[in-house]
């Protein structure tokens, strides 16, 4: 996208672009928003890095408060509660380091999965194939007694220990919040997908603003581009004038 993060007609541009995609490839538009990172640098930033990306996006447009709005699984209550971006932030910090498996002879240095490694195993034909595909992608290195082995021949033990390894070293690629319920008191983790979170308020943002844009171009007989090109203080008056009759 070009333009500032804060451009209209780009994130206007942007909610077209991602219309229909699923939510992987709207992640990558999102982080790809904010800052000047190319595609293909973005596409190869571990998972929680990319989302921190989307959370400073999401701060700069509509600031730092946050709410998250769940059901209570014990009682059924719908819940919001409200936090900052910091806290969030505070969950949990990626490891800059690559992590590191030992076991039973088995030595693997593995890495944190990137939106290239989803992409890559989305395509899969099934879902064996698209978990070996995951397991390639963070495994930088496995031997077993000092000789290399493939990652297909990895035990279902080691691999497991390989995919925790992985989802430590990037905690913040699943956030997941402690909620407590102010009804029955129960609590439970709801996990915060943020480019989905971020996605769904982008495009209800996108919606308001196609509405004030329609109710003045009828009023006044503006195109689009000469409704955008108003300060948002101005479009403001305008549409109270238009609502006052
Ligand atoms: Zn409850």
């Known amino acids: 996208m070009s333009g500032r993060p804060g ?7 942007m909610l077209d672009t991602g219309e229909g995609l699923s939510a992987h490839e709207q992640a990558l538009l999102l982080a790809g928003a904010e800052g000047s990172a190319s595609d293909i640098a973005v596409a ?3 998972l929680g890095v990319r989302d921190r990306r989307i959370l400073r996006l999401r701060g700069l447009l509509f600031g730092a408060s946050v709410n998250v709005q769940d059901t209570c699984p014990h009682c059924a209550e719908v819940m919001t509660c409200t936090l900052t971006l910091h806290q969030l932030n505070d969950v949990a910090t990626p490891s800059a380091v690559p992590a590191r498996v030992e076991a039973d002879g088995w030595t693997v240095i593995c890495r944190a999965l990137t939106s290239a490694d989803l992409t890559h195993a989305l395509r899969a034909s099934d879902r064996a194939e698209a978990r070996l595909r995951l397991l ?3 495994v930088v290195d496995a031997e077993r007694d000092g000789l290399p082995v493939p990652t297909a021949q990895l035990p279902p033990p080691v691999a497991a220990s390989v995919v925790e390894a992985v989802a430590e ?6 956030i997941r919040l402690r909620l407590v319920c102010a009804q029955c008191g129960g609590s439970w983790d709801a996990v915060l997908d943020p480019a989905r979170y971020v996605w769904c308020e982008l495009a209800e943002w996108g919606r308001r603003l196609t509405e004030n844009v329609h109710v003045l171009a009828r009023a006044y007989g503006w195109r689009e581009d000469d409704v955008l090109a108003l300060p ?3 479009r403001a008056v305008y549409l109270g004038l238009v609502g006052d009759g």
Do not use: I
Not at 7 to 12: I, W
């Open 7 to 13: 451009d209209e007609r780009a994130l206007l541009g």
């Open 44 to 46: 190869e930033l571990p």
């Open 136 to 138: 390639t992608s963070c």
């Open 169 to 174: 070293a990037d905690p913040f690629a699943e």
């Open 232 to 234: 948002a203080s101005r």
